[in-house]
Antibody, heavy 124, light 107 residues
Framework: EVQLVESGGGLVQPGGSLRLSCSAS????????VHWVRQAPGKGLEYVSA????????YYRDSVRGRFTISRDNSKNTVFLQMSSLRPEDTAVYYC?????????????????WGQGTMVTVSS | DIQMTQSPSSLSASVGDRVTITCRAS??????LNWYQQKAGKAPNLLIY???TLHSGVPSRFSGSGSGTDFTLTISSLQPEDFATYYC?????????FGQGTKVEIK
């Protein structure tokens, strides 16, 4: 079964750190980019970060750049999101999602597999 | 970044109704547009990619259309399991921005 499983969330004080993990199974992990998307309580989906299949390229939204670091260990089929200097506004459910390519000639990309999410709460 | 704007933000409808949700991109994205469904407390699920192609296993009552900047998700006959929040997302460039969501509620 193709799946992603997040872990590492929890309660942390402002200024603290957490490391989220996204473990994959059922597909060739090193061929897939992985994205992190978060959802604050009662709010919509917010794109946070991404890493290419070989780990050579990454992206961060402005509000987390310099505080979050995305990485991956393809030998362990796992992507990590190291979060530091956490702020109350980082409170959210964090999802990892697999980027898939559909079609050959006129291909399109979409997130076809999502993890169940892990809750991060930043509060004193 | 490309901004995605959905309308309406919420709607109330009855089982059997035809429902239409629109999504507008701040610049042309060709047909690099995806739609997701999210039920309460669950991760999003992919419905449509490439603006109009149904993902595997998605019922045919769902359809998508549009190109350029204006897109539409239509549910031809709303079913009880369709009450959820729907998001559009552009896949034209990174960041893969989402619309703010449209909540479909029971009338």
């Amino acid at each position: 079964e193709v799946q992603l499983v997040e872990s590492g969330g929890g309660l942390v004080q402002p200024g603290g750190s957490l490391r989220l993990s996204c473990s994959a199974s059922g597909f060739t992990f090193s061929n897939s980019a992985v994205h992190w998307v978060r959802q604050a309580p009662g709010k919509g989906l917010e794109y946070v970060s991404a890493i290419t299949g070989n780990g050579g390229s990454s992206y961060y939204r402005d509000s987390v750049r310099g505080r979050f670091t995305i990485s991956r260990d393809n030998s362990k089929n796992t992507v990590f999101l190291q979060m530091s200097s956490l702020r109350p506004e980082d409170t959210a459910v964090y999802y990892c999602a697999k980027d898939s390519i559909f079609g050959v000639v006129d291909s399109r990309r979409a997130f076809d597999i999502w993890g169940q999410g892990t809750m991060v709460t930043v509060s004193s | 970044d490309i901004q995605m704007t959905q309308s309406p933000s919420s709607l109330s409808a009855s089982v059997g109704d035809r429902v239409t949700i629109t999504c507008r991109a701040s610049q042309s994205i060709s047909n690099y547009l995806n739609w997701y469904q999210q039920k309460a407390g669950k991760a999003p699920n992919l419905l449509i990619y490439g603006a109009s192609t149904l993902h595997s296993g998605v019922p045919s009552r769902f359809s998508g259309s549009g190109s350029g900047t204006d897109f539409t998700l239509t549910i031809s006959s709303l079913q009880p399991e369709d009450f959820a929040t729907y998001y559009c997302q552009q896949s034209y460039t990174t960041p893969r921005t989402f619309g703010q969501g449209t909540k479909v509620e029971i009338k």
